[in-house]
């Protein structure tokens, strides 16, 4: 179950996003969105250091998981998904490294 990995990639979406299609409350929902990331980062890599099968199909999970996070992350901005990249935009690493991104800042 890559139900985490999807919130993941649904919230890196949002922060990735979101200053330029919801810059009104940013601040706000910005900090509340990074926190997300950085709690499913716990558990995603929780899930992968228990299990060696999960490890393995970790890029097929992270395709699969990223076609359901753009149009999750297209409902919530709201924007039209034709504006969120069809393919994950991160290397499986980048998406689980919590140097990769920044906190947002307003």
């Given at each position: 179950d890559f139900t985490h990995l999807q919130m993941l990639l649904a919230h890196l979406l949002k922060l990735h996003l979101g200053r330029e299609h919801k810059p009104h409350d940013f601040a706000q929902t910005g900090r509340g969105w990074w926190l997300t990331v950085r709690e499913?980062?716990?558990?995603?890599q929780a899930k992968l250091a228990r299990s060696g099968t999960l490890r393995a199909e970790l890029?097929?999970?992270?395709?699969?998981?990223?076609?359901?996070?753009?149009?999750?992350?297209?409902?919530?901005?709201?924007?039209?998904?034709?504006?969120?990249?069809?393919?994950?935009?991160?290397?499986?690493?980048?998406?689980?490294?919590?140097?990769?991104?920044?906190?947002?800042?307003?």
């Open positions: 499913q980062r716990v558990r995603v890029a097929q999970a992270l395709e699969e998981a990223y076609a359901a996070a753009r149009l999750g992350a297209a409902r919530d901005l709201p924007i039209d998904e034709t504006l969120v990249s069809a393919t994950c935009p991160w290397t499986a690493e980048e998406v689980l490294e919590a140097s990769g991104f920044a906190p947002p800042v307003a």
